[in-house]
T-cell receptor, first 117, second 108 residues
Framework: DTGVSQNPRHKITKRGQNVTFRCDPISEHNRLYWYRQTLGQGPEFLTYFQNEAQLEKSRLLSDRFSAERPKGSFSTLEIQRTEQGDSAMYLC???????????????FGNGTRLTVT | DAKTTQPPSMDCAEGRAANLPCNHSTISGNEYVYWYRQIHSQGPQYIIHGLKNNETNEMASLIITEDRKSSTLILPHATLRDTAVYYCIVSYNNDMRFGAGTRLTVKP
């Protein structure tokens, strides 16, 4: 079980720079989720994909944020023109959902911690 | 937005059972109850889930009241490694929205 892999684990960037994070889900999982977590808070939903289709985006996902999952496998989350308020842990999760089993656990990676200076 | 209410913190003695409560009075008939935990600097870890029957696995037991308005996660013999934030979530179609959770501290 290779689990969900996220890279990099840590990223420090200067305000105004662009950053990109990568998530590799569990290989047979068709759903992929992005969450953001700030200190002392629970994870906040950002967006999710079913295969390559982005099916829902939270209002937290401003126009500076874009997520892709081009071939239904790995996903990237890009933040353009970073702001200090973007400093957070960005978590990726995946799950397998079928027509008969649409409630299944999410498996999370260990996140990418972003610090914007 | 989270649809559950949990106490912000709890303590438990090592070796004793930890009973973590969760209120979800507005749960819908097709929503499941999920529990995750998060140890510092790691992603959330799935523990258990259920619809209306009680469930048990190697990690924990989940007790759901008959009216489904509340549930309890039971860690039967808590260890120091069970110190974590525990999240209770009600979910349909894998829509998981986290609240602030309960910070469980297991003490020697």
């Amino acid at each position: 079980d290779t689990g969900v892999s996220q890279n990099p684990r840590h990223k420090i960037t200067k305000r105004g720079q662009n950053v990109t994070f990568r998530c590799d889900p569990i290989s047979e999982h068709n759903r992929l989720y992005w969450y953001r977590q700030t200190l002392g808070q629970g994870p906040e939903f950002l967006t999710y994909f079913q295969n390559e289709a982005q099916l829902e985006k939270s209002r937290l996902l401003s126009d500076r944020f874009s997520a892709e999952r081009p071939k239904g496998s790995f996903s990237t989350l890009e933040i353009q023109r970073t702001e200090q308020g973007d400093s957070a842990m960005y978590l990726c999760a995946s799950s397998l959902v079928t027509g008969f089993q649409y409630n299944s656990p999410l498996h999370f990676g260990n996140g990418t911690r972003l610090t914007v200076t | 937005d989270a649809k559950t209410t949990q106490p912000p913190s709890m303590d438990c003695a090592e070796g004793r059972a930890a009973n973590l409560p969760c209120n979800h009075s507005t749960i819908s008939g097709n929503e499941y109850v999920y529990w995750y935990r998060q140890i510092h600097s790691q992603g959330p870890q799935y523990i258990i889930h259920g619809l209306k029957n009680n469930e048990t696995n190697e990690m924990a037991s989940l007790i759901i009241t008959e009216d489904r308005k509340s549930s309890t996660l039971i860690l039967p013999h808590a260890t120091l490694r069970d110190t974590a934030v525990y999240y209770c979530i009600v979910s349909y179609n894998n829509d998981m929205r986290f609240g602030a959770g309960t910070r469980l501290t297991v003490k020697p």
